[in-house]
């Protein structure tokens, strides 16, 4: 094999890995219908009760630490998002649900990635931190 062969081969198996690390990283993995407990935020347990849900059209909703949220989970040039966010605004009676709240805000602002874990899902920042970590509600 000639080098511009070798070249050529070597530069199409890395284009063929980057695709399939993209899917990997993808909202293909939160298929309308998945449901999912918030495990943590920022690496620190989530309180009791945060859910991220998708549904149709890639609408996500769920259970902020306070509040009940929803927005459009979309895929561009390789990035995840979710915008449009909208949440009701309920009072916090404690502090710490509080502070969650606001971390929970802006982690799900942040996120542009998504990657499988050994216990479900975790939404990565554009550095590859997992800002939101998900399992699957009801053990699916």
């Given amino acids: 094999m000639t080098l511009t062969r070798t070249l050529a081969a070597l530069a199409a198996a890395a284009a063929l890995a980057a695709c399939q690390d993209a899917g990997e990283r993808s909202v293909a993995m939160l298929r309308p219908g998945s449901s999912f407990t918030v495990a943590r935020i920022d690496g620190a347990p989530a309180p009791a009760g945060v859910t991220f849900e998708v549904g149709e059209g890639s609408r996500v909703t769920g259970r902020a630490p306070c509040n009940r949220y929803s927005g459009q989970l979309t895929e561009s040039g390789g990035a995840m998002t979710v915008s449009g966010t909208v949440m009701t605004r309920m009072a916090c009676g404690e502090a710490d649900r509080m502070m969650a709240e606001t971390r929970f805000g802006i982690a799900l602002g942040s996120v542009t990635a998504a990657r499988r874990t050994g216990e479900g899902i975790a939404l990565t920042d554009p550095e590859g931190r997992e ?9 699916q």
């Fill in 131 to 139: 800002r939101l970590g998900l399992v699957p509600a009801g053990g």
